[in-house]
């Protein structure tokens, strides 16, 4: 898919919490240190941090590299699994913190782990339109997993915005995009639940493997490109091995997922993912440098973009904290102070 | 009585088939087997399936299937005898030909165990021992293998590695069986370092979770050439039971419904262990493949590991064992597993088991339920031209 008009990344801005859970305290709790650790440690909001005020300084970051004024945003939306409220939206909190209010849109998107690259899409088509100049995409969440489930390894926080402009002004500009769906509930929740479920092992081969794989390939035979023209790709990460496998599966080396790759030092960012990934890879791309973003949401499906870098890249990747930067702003803490974080110890 | 043979095999590849229910894989290998038979009509459907209750919501299989494979309205029954449920439903099978009062019979063994999470299909599979006296307690159906596998090495002398040789053999005739789910070899280094399910037990020693149809078509063996080339005739069928929970037995290390049940195949059939030139045997763990040599006389007790370490099991061994996979390589897809192990003895019989192919005139197969609590024994051969 191609928007009318040509347009691209003008900023994206990266956050993730600095609190860290080591995955070796969770198997030290629950399976007495024995348990096989799918990531080295996973990101922990704060007390006072939630998916609206992490979003808010990813915005920030975005609007500090793209150099534009939130009046000129014309849509703010927020991509989560954790939105604070089920009516009410988490973007127009951020539409207003930032200053993009009141002529902008907002509204909240869900589809699992995609719902900011459902957002991206969105904004894509908005400013593709000519409908606006630029409308700003985010992804973000502070996943919750249920105490001694699989997932409590890697369940956590963080994100990254990004603001879709005209080519002329990106950073990176947009060749194509394809988005891939069935209806596969491999992972969902229900109102009234407060943890989700998920189907084990169905959730790797007939979900993020069939998905990610039909809509990469799709859109590599609409691009007319193989692997060997990427100079890097980030595929959504819930553990090491799944981008790994995925990638392999796809014919992109572990050299070319590399940069994007922060699953194992930060845990899987769900909504954030993916998006949170290309920041990284952004951070040291080069002019020339095409880049794969593929997500995959539980539900089912994948959106895969074609980027690729433009000269404007090097004087703005510095106009705000890398991600790396965020990663190694780490404070470890014990699975005692991650409950209390995260709200689980019920006072009586 | 009269003689049975079987004349048609149909069975399902073994995996995680997320795209077939219970009922496709059924209608899979049935139409597969009544095909291979060139029969369109049978008489009786016996099914064997432990989990499709607590898994998928779903008893009354014999009319479902039946139904959904359009056999008619011929008497049709689920038998259940925990993971050897689908022998069960051979050894009925076999007794309404043999008795005369059945002619063409379909045997279906059918199980599906991924349409829920691994711990509720866990927690199911325990169904196979002492509800009260077992399971109660909180042992999971590895956990009370372990215990026999732990008291084995105590008083054989054996230590884990040496177990080896039975998950490496599987995983050695499973690259060749189309049909099996695990088609790469492993190494006694990767058998070493393999996670705990339940120590001893590591994810090596134990069969996996999995989908799987199988189904043998029977008939009377004076008329299986007016069907197929290559009918194979039963010779032996043995069923015995022991004292369902493990602590009830007076040896636990001597299977000995496996070990009656041999016996009185062997005695049915007329021959002895140095007859039968494969044994499809109960491997859901490498400490019931050692016992089932020993229960079966190829081994004297205790001495089923070293059997294997002489490397007697393999297809170039004096008795190769899990020739297509086994339980191990193949899978264990529980109430069909005993049917899958009568249609690869088929396969050898007829000369039709490909890379896998031994000298093969005599077969037996032996499916355990539990952890020991039935047995049923089958020896099979290639029926000669009258």
């Known amino acids: 898919m191609k928007p009318a008009r040509d347009v691209g990344i003008v900023g994206y801005g990266a ?20 348990a096989a650790l799918p990531v080295e440690e996973k990101s922990v909001p ?21 150099g534009v004024a939130p009046e000129a945003l014309r849509a703010v939306w927020v991509g989560s699994e954790s939105h604070p409220y089920a009516v009410k939206p988490t973007s127009t909190i951020v539409a207003e913190a930032i200053g993009a209010t009141p002529q902008v849109s907002a509204a909240d998107w869900e589809f699992a782990c995609k719902a900011g ?45 990004y603001i879709v402009g005209p080519r002329e002004e990106s950073l990176a500009y947009l060749e194509g995009s394809y988005s891939s769906v069935t209806d596969t509930p491999d992972f969902f929740r229900r109102p009234y639940q407060h943890y989700p479920e998920h189907g084990g092992r169905f959730t790797g081969r007939p979900s993020y493997f069939k998905h990610t794989t039909s809509a990469v390939r799709a859109l590599l035979d609409e691009l007319g490109y193989t692997p060997g023209d990427f100079a890097a790709a980030v595929f959504h990460q819930p553990n090491i091995k799944f981008p790994q496998r995925v990638a392999q599966m796809l014919g992109f080396s572990k050299e070319q997922i590399q940069a994007g790759m922060l699953v194992p030092k930060v845990g ?81 | ?61 014999g009319a479902l299937l039946a139904d959904w494979a359009g056999l008619g309205s011929i008497e049709a029954v689920k038998v259940e005898a925990a993971c050897a449920s689908g022998a069960a439903a051979v050894r009925l099978g076999y007794i309404g030909v043999a008795s005369g009062i059945q002619d063409f019979v379909l045997v279906c063994g059918v199980e599906k165990m991924t349409d829920a999470d691994a711990e509720t299909t866990t927690a199911a599979w325990s169904a196979a021992v002492d509800a009260d006296y077992e399971a109660s307690h909180g042992p999971s159906f590895a956990a009370i293998n372990a215990l026999l596998m732990r008291r084995y090495m105590y008083e054989f002398g054996v230590q884990r590695q040496d177990f080896a040789p039975f998950a490496v053999n599987a995983h050695q005739n499973g690259v060749n069986n189309p049909c099996a789910m695990f088609r790469s070899p492993i190494s006694a280094e990767a058998f070493e370092k393999a996670r705990m399910i339940a120590d001893p037990i590591s994810l090596l020693d134990a069969a996996p979770i999995c989908d799987g149809a199988a189904a043998v078509v029977l008939c009377p063996s004076d008329r299986a050439r007016e069907f197929v080339g290559k009918p194979v005739r039963i010779r032996g069928s043995a069923m015995a039971t022991d004292r369902l929970a493990l602590h009830s037995r007076s040896d636990p290390l001597c299977l000995h419904a496996a070990q009656v049940s041999a016996q009185k195949a062997y005695q049915q059939a007329g021959v002895g262990p140095h007859d039968i030139n494969a044994l499809e045997l109960h491997d859901a763990f490498t400490v019931m493949a050692a016992l089932s040599l020993e229960a079966c006389g190829f081994a004297e007790r205790g001495k089923g590991v070293r059997l294997a370490q002489e490397g007697e099991i393999t297809l170039q061994g004096r008795i190769p064992i899990s020739t297509m996979g086994g339980l191990k390589a193949r899978g264990h897809p529980v109430g069909a597993t005993g049917v899958y192990q009568i249609v690869e003895l088929v396969e050898q019989l007829r000369g039709e088991a490909g890379a896998n192919q031994i000298d093969c005139r005599l077969g037996m197969a032996q499916s355990i339920g539990g952890s020991g609590a039935t047995a049923i024994t089958h020896i099979l051969e290639a029926q000669e031209e009258r």
């Open chain 1, 268 to 348: 899987n960012t769900y909504a954030g993912s993916s998006l949170l990934g290309l920041t990284a890879i952004l951070d040291e791309a080069k002019p020339g440098d095409r880049v794969l973003l593929a997500s995959f949401g539980s539900g089912a499906g994948s959106d895969a973009f074609s980027f690729v870098v433009t000269d404007l890249i090097k004087e703005r990747q510095a106009l705000a904290p890398r991600t790396q930067a965020y990663v190694a702003r780490r404070k470890p803490i014990d699975y005692a102070s991650y409950i209390r974080y995260r709200k689980k110890l019920q006072i009586h």
């Open chain 2, 1 to 61: 009585m009269r003689d049975v043979s079987i004349i048609g095999i149909g069975q399902t590849k073994v995996g995680e088939h997320w795209h077939r229910s219970l009922r496709d894989l059924a209608v899979d290998a049935i139409s597969a087997a009544l095909k291979d038979a060139k029969v369109e009509r049978v008489g009786a459907l016996y099914v064997g399936n432990m989990l499709s209750g607590e898994l998928t919501a779903q008893e009354h299989l």
């Open chain 1, 46 to 66: 704060g007390l006072d941090e939630d998916t609206v005020t992490m979003a808010i300084e990813a915005a920030r970051n975005a609007l500090a590299r793209g």
């Open chain 1, 117 to 161: 690259t459902e957002a991206l899409q969105a904004a894509i088509a908005f400013v593709g339109s000519g409908m606006a100049d630029y409308a700003m995409a985010i992804g973000m969440d502070t996943a919750q997993a249920r105490p001694g489930d699989a997932l409590e390894y890697t369940a956590a926080a963080g994100g990254a915005a």
């Open chain 1, 15 to 34: 956050y993730v919490p600095r609190y860290r859970l080591p995955a070796s305290e969770v198997s030290r709790v629950w399976m007495e240190g024995r």
